[in-house]
């Protein structure tokens, strides 16, 4: 069930790519379906009752949840930074050569 | 590492080296190019004196020399030689000065080993590399000379497509790709379609009628060096060798493909020639006559007879020799007076002598004139014609018509050339040479010599030399109908030559009195000249040709441009799909995606 959740929120991401057309609110609605992606993988490291992942003293024996989808989602973030970090100063300099971030006046593959 | 192999890794290296060099060694760039080229010149020197060689690769024969492709190897050495040789002058001070280099040198290594391939992979890889160089060397001509660079590439790149078909054929009839063990009879549909596919390859690179447009835009807009390289000998040379390799080694020739071959050839002499006699700027003129001499060579091999083939090859070894002069000759008059508008020359003869004298040797050379070597192939090509007559072919007589009438008309325009750049009076707008040396620098003027030169050589001594040495061995069976002894003939021309000096002499024994025109008192106007350019502009107004040639002016007849009609109309729909919204292609990914993940997950 929550993973129809995740489902949804990317599906948000998706309209937001698709239908939007601002250049600024396709960033963020591709930032969106960075983060149900995000949210997706931590989703599926969880346990019943786990605890965070970390050994310490009393906790030996104790449920974990599993770290591997953590550490990727945890480097996965950073990199969607980097990647809308890009994406903003591509946006910039769109800007600054048409003057408007409206998608349907930037033509230039126009058949 | 084989001898072969120089002649293809030497170019590259050296070509390589002239791109990185600084341009403020520039010396050091010329001489490297020169170099470059002397050392492929020897090489092929060394390896037509050892032929025949091979290169085995695992048992597979891959590169050799024969006596077909012994004497063009020598023939691109030459011409790289002298190319490179006319560009240090003329190209100096020009643009991307490296690359033009480099390029030039990689054609010379990839001409090389397109000829000396035997594998038609090989040869194709070559093949589709030299379409390259030629693109990008266009290109170095400028901004203006990209559209003709575009045209040149899709036509002669299309045209390798062809090829490509072509020889998936051959390996599915025989399962053999070598070129020395293949032997296709022309019998059914696919034979004929491989063959008709690597013929139209051949006929691009070298330019024969429907496939010939690239060669006047190219001339009219790349470097003149470029022009007298390419289009005008490299590509003959390796286009007709194609068209030799495949009529004599690859397929078993029939008579309806050797009539489509004399077909195209005659088409191409007469209306390639009808193009040149109305143009008005020296370079297209040239291009035209490019064109139409192919259809000599094309009608040569189509004859199918050993002297019709060897003359044809003949006349491309010709062809490249007198044409590359021609147009650095051009390339003199356009270095001296920076236009090539027939219009605005004249009366170059006493400014550029040199110039004026190989000049006029190959335009004699080009028409045919006896003693030089472009009548000696095209008389084997007339034998050819009239040996086919004698085989039982009722057409021949309109050959060989086509032959003869479209040698005069050649004649003809290079009378208006000759008339108007270097006779004639001298036109107020040509921007008059001031210093004395008015003739162009020993570099410029030193291949066109060598050229001109051999234009003689080849004629006067054709016995002795050329067919002899290159042509016998590679045609065998050649028997000859007429009788033709170039010494003698040599002999009682320069008789008339001095016999009419005398009596011109004698004329003017007593000094001629000259005197301003005087027309009823009239200011006769200082522009008021004959140019020659208008010679025979009214055949453009005779009847039916009057119809054809405004049709050629609108591109009618244009390959290129109807192909491009063709696309665009077939593209149209596909236009109004491109929206340029990138939203609306991801949702085309999109659906993709979904549909392949159904079938996918179905599967």
Known sequence: ?111 | MNLLHYLIIIPFIVGLFCLVIPKKLSKLRDLLAIGGGLATFYFTIVIFLRKPVEWFYNDLLLLKVDNLSGFILLAIGLFGVLIVLYSLKFMAGKERLSEYYTYLLWTIGGACGAILANNLILLLVFWGFLGLTLYLLIGIGGPEATPAAKKTFIIVGGSDCLMILGIAIIWSLTGSLQMDNISIHLTGLLPTVAFLALAIASFAKAGAMPMHTWIPDCAEKAPIPVTAFLPASLDKLLGIYLLGRIAMDIFVMNKAMGTLLLIVGAVTIIAAVMMALVQHDLKKLLSYHAVSQVGYMVLGIGTGNPIGIAGGIFHMLNHAIYKSCLFLTGGAVEHRTQTTNLNRLGGLAKLMPITFITCLIAALSISGVPPFNGFVSKWMIYQGVIQLGKDGDKLWIIWLVAAMFGSALTLASFMKLIHSVFLGSPSPTTPRPVAKRNEVSFTMWMPMAILAGLCVIFGVFAYRVPLKNFIFSAVPGISFLGFWSPGLATLLIIIGIILGAIIYWLGNIKSLRTDTTYVGGEIIPQDNRVTGVDFYDTIKDLGPLKVIYKKSEKKLFDIYDQGARVIFLFTKGLKKIHTGLLPTYLIWVLMGTVILFFILVKG
């Not at chain 1, 963020?28 to 960075?34: D, K, V």
């Not at chain 1, 104790?62 to 953590?70: E, G, H, K, R, T």
């Not at chain 1, 990647?83 to 593959?109: C, M, N, P, Q, W």
């Open chain 1, 1 to 111: 069930m929550i993973y129809l959740l995740c489902v949804l929120l990317l599906l948000i991401g998706l309209y937001g790519v698709l239908v939007k057309k601002n250049l600024i609110k396709i960033i963020i609605g591709l930032s969106i379906m960075e983060y149900a992606l995000f949210l997706f993988f931590a989703v599926i490291g969880y346990r019943e009752g786990g605890t965070a992942p970390i050994i310490t003293k009393g906790f030996e024996k104790a449920v974990f949840v599993d770290p591997l989808p953590q550490a990727l989602v945890l480097t996965a973030i950073v990199i969607g930074l980097a990647v809308t970090a890009l994406l903003v100063s591509l946006a910039v300099r769109i800007y600054e050569k048409h003057g408007t971030f409206d998608i349907r006046k930037i033509r230039r593959l126009k058949g």
